[in-house]
């Protein structure tokens, strides 16, 4: 591990719940996510951890969500987990996930990256294709939520990856057309990363359904939600107080051609909706 903590960065890192943040960085490791529980398991009951963050300039094992792999090769990405404990139960922490993207977008725009939308929950979108993904993960330990932010963000992918991938992609270095200052994103994500969560903590998700509604690519558009075997049609309608997904389920019309009423279907969590595509996209 090359641990040379945020010496680099003297002076540009925003605390962290307080604290200064504990900078760990790796040369190769599994995934920054792994890492980052191993290290919470030594945490005794009650004891909150040091904010950390994990950056690694590859991984072996990069994890996505759902049980996917995060492609990690060195040079590729961004790959970072920041670790931070919360006095609040898991279900106060819905929308963290979210808000954790809005803090993505928020530090890719003020680096110059136009047109960066989000799909929920937390996918980081460039006209239509992925430029980057989180998976938060959680150690619960009494009252004590111990949370693994972990963001990956594609900045130079070769042809041969962005073709190897089952989705439309995108890395940084297209959408930019240049070079990409990694340091420099890192430290502006992780600033942005301590303001937005600092306003989670205070004033909830709720303070943030404007700014996340604004940043939805699926915003009135048609969409499908697959929950499990069931596959539900309807127009995005954006989130709600506590980060769940709106979405109105238009009345099919009877053999007298008279339309029932359109219901507001509420999905929740960051692990409910495995895709969400626009029809005819
Ligand atoms: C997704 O599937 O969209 C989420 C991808 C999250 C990848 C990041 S890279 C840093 C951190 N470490 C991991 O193993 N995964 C996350």
Redesign the pocket.
């Known amino acids: 591990m090359m641990h040379d903590n945020e010496e680099n960065w003297a002076g540009s890192l925003a605390h962290h719940g307080g604290g200064v943040l504990n900078v760990q960085r790796f040369a190769e490791i599994?995934?920054?996510?792994?890492e980052?529980l191993r290290q919470l398991k030594s945490l005794a009951e009650g004891e909150h951890c040091a904010p950390s963050a994990?950056i690694?300039e590859s991984?072996t094992?990069?994890?996505?969500?759902?049980g996917?792999a995060?492609l990690?090769k060195p040079g590729a990405?961004?790959?970072?987990?920041l670790v931070r404990t919360f006095s609040l139960k898991p279900d106060a922490l819905q929308g963290l996930s979210l808000v954790v993207g809005l803090a993505v977008q928020s530090a890719l725009t003020l680096l110059g990256a136009s047109k960066i939308k989000l799909k929920w929950p937390?996918?980081?979108i460039h006209e239509g294709r992925?430029l980057?993904?989180?998976?938060l993960e959680l150690r619960q330990v009494g009252d004590l939520s111990h949370v693994?932010m972990?963001?990956?963000?594609n900045l130079n992918l070769g042809e041969k990856e962005l073709l190897s991938l089952d989705r439309p992609t995108v890395d940084l270095s297209r959408i930019i057309g240049s070079e990409i200052d990694k340091e420099g994103l890192c430290v502006g994500l992780l600033n942005q990363l301590s303001e937005d969560i600092d306003r989670f903590i205070v004033h909830g998700f709720e303070s943030f359904i404007v700014r996340w509604n604004e940043a939805d690519y699926y915003l009135g558009k048609r969409v499908t939600v697959l929950q499990g075997q069931e596959c539900l049609r309807g127009v995005s309608c954006g989130v709600d107080a506590s980060g769940a997904l709106m979405l109105k389920n238009e009345a099919a019309k009877d053999q007298t051609g008279s339309k029932g009423e359109d219901t507001m279907l509420r999905f929740e969590g960051g692990e409910l909706s495995p895709s969400l595509r626009p029809e005819g996209e």
């Open positions: 599994d995934s920054t996510n792994a980052a994990l690694a991984q094992a990069g994890r996505g969500r759902r996917r995060w990690s990405g961004l790959y970072l987990s937390n996918d980081i992925k980057g993904g989180i998976l693994v972990g963001i990956g963000i």
